[in-house]
């Protein structure tokens, strides 16, 4: 090709991508944003695995039950409240900027709960925290679908939801370890990491060109085309020039606000009710699955292990599966798919955990196993449906409002549940429950639209304006 006809070809930020395929750029965006998801799984775990140890220095042996509970709340509390106001954030200032911004920050406050004197003190900087660690999940959302090829969007958008489960990993080992022979301050410690991470992210990661481009930032939009070419080793048909790139139309409208109106609020309540749906379930499982899992091997803790596992390595599986079967079958048959599945799963295990724990490992492991597997396969199928569902201008908006509502159910799962268990409740009821809230996600899938199945994202802004 001439460099005459090259320097004439108009295209796309997404054509141009695409013409890379999966390369060298995608993989180094896969773990730069990945890792950075991680933490968002750390933290909720590591409580999981210190929360004895805390309380125990705050108020002796005997700790205090009535706020050990709480503990896992309030850093869920800073998520939600993050969350909302990482989505105008970034559609205002760039995703790059506020995901650094985030991660820094709540490593930054990470490092005072290591030395905090008191219960109080300790719980108010898990909420400032988490306030910044909000911003996490819908920004790592909506780079994985602004940076990576259409055909593979779904695949590294629910895979991608996998570093959360890393991050659950890392919290169970460096936990179990670190209070045997250390003691519990070690852990968010090694949680305090981001604040060194955020500078490797920065460093590296470029801003998103769709983000640029709408904002008329082409000079940037430019420069990230450039790095994504020489990251990835390839030359293209295409003549790098702002004069090139052909912007899809852009909304008149870019208030967070758009989110509830017109095309969009319909959409917009049912993901709202599926990813609540989903966190309600998957939150509960894990606030309770230590005792479950305990109760199921008769209080043998290596077992234990095994069976908790052994559902992670279920969960990994589903977010990868969960996204080729997205790309085979469409966004919206497969959400639907995914909900059905984790409202029979909720069920089986109800009915097998009513076996006798101590000759029924087996059974148990195969049930858990399935139920992690569902459970993870049907949320994360919503992933790519929220991303896809908003134009660049407000995308990380939307994204941010349905993972904020969505979240806001791992404040109230475990309090409904344990309410529940203290109330005399057993474990097959109480999982059994669990079915309610996924067949209501279930519902919802039907008010979606077919998604986006194919379309790259500057299709999908003009196919919304026309």
Not at 31 to 51: E, H, K, P, Q, R
Request: aromatic share 14%; charged share 10%.
């Amino acid at each position: 090709m001439s460099a005459d006809s090259k320097a004439a070809r108009k295209f796309t930020i997404s054509q141009f991508i695409d013409s890379f395929g999966v390369s060298k750029f995608t993989i180094s965006i896969f773990f730069l944003v990945g890792i950075a998801m991680m933490f968002d799984g750390y933290d909720y775990m590591i409580i999981s695995y210190t929360n004895t140890q805390i309380m125990q220095e705050f108020f002796g042996p005997a700790g205090n039950d009535a706020l050990k509970g709480a503990l896992s709340s309030w850093s869920t509390i800073g998520i939600v409240v993050g969350s909302f106001a990482a989505g105008p954030l970034s559609d205002k200032f760039g995703r790059r900027k506020i995901l650094t911004f985030g991660t820094f920050m709540y490593g930054l406050f990470t490092i005072p709960c290591i030395f905090a004197p008191s219960y109080e003190l300790f719980s108010v900087f898990r909420v400032i925290a988490g306030l910044f660690l909000g911003v996490c999940t819908p920004i790592v959302t909506t780079l994985f679908t602004e940076f990576t090829p259409t055909k593979q969007r779904s695949f590294f958008i629910t895979f991608g939801m996998a570093w959360m489960i890393v991050g659950w990993v890392f919290a169970a080992l460096i936990g179990t370890i670190m209070v045997q022979v250390a003691t519990w301050h070690w852990c968010y410690a090694i949680g305090a990491f981001p604040v060194i991470y955020a500078f490797i992210f920065g460093k590296f990661t470029p801003e998103s060109a769709h983000w640029a481009a709408v904002h008329g930032k082409m000079d940037l939009a430019v420069s990230t085309l450039k790095c994504i070419q020489k990251r990835s080793g390839k030359d293209t048909g295409f003549e790098i020039d702002a004069a090139n790139i052909l912007v899809p139309p852009v909304a008149g409208k870019a208030s967070p606000a758009e989110v509830w109106k017109g095309r969009y609020l319909k959409t917009t309540i049912a993901l709202v009710i599926i990813y609540f749906a989903g966190n309600f379930s998957i939150y509960g499982v894990n606030a309770w699955l230590p005792a479950l899992m305990l109760e199921a091997t008769g209080g043998a803790v290596t077992a234990s292990y095994m069976l908790a596992m052994a559902q992670n390595a279920a969960s990994v599986v589903a977010n990868c599966t969960t996204g080729f079967v997205s790309e085979a079958m469409g966004r919206k048959r497969n959400l639907t798919f995914g909900y059905g599945l984790a409202v029979v799963a909720c069920l089986i295990v109800s009915q097998v955990v009513k076996l006798p724990a101590e000759t029924s490992f087996w059974p148990y492991l195969i049930a858990f196993v399935f139920m992690g597997f569902a459970l993870n396969y049907a949320i994360t199928a919503a992933q790519p449906m929220m991303s896809e569902s908003y134009p660049t201008e407000f995308r990380n908006s939307g994204v941010a409002t349905i993972v904020a509502l969505g979240k806001s159910a791992g404040i109230l799962s475990p309090v409904v549940l344990g309410g529940l268990k203290a109330a005399g409740w057993a474990f097959s009821p109480l999982i059994a429950l669990l079915a309610v809230p996924m067949a209501f996600g279930f519902a919802a899938c039907f008010l979606l639209p077919k998604g986006a199945k194919g379309m790259n994202i500057d299709d999908i802004a003009e196919a919304v304006e026309s």
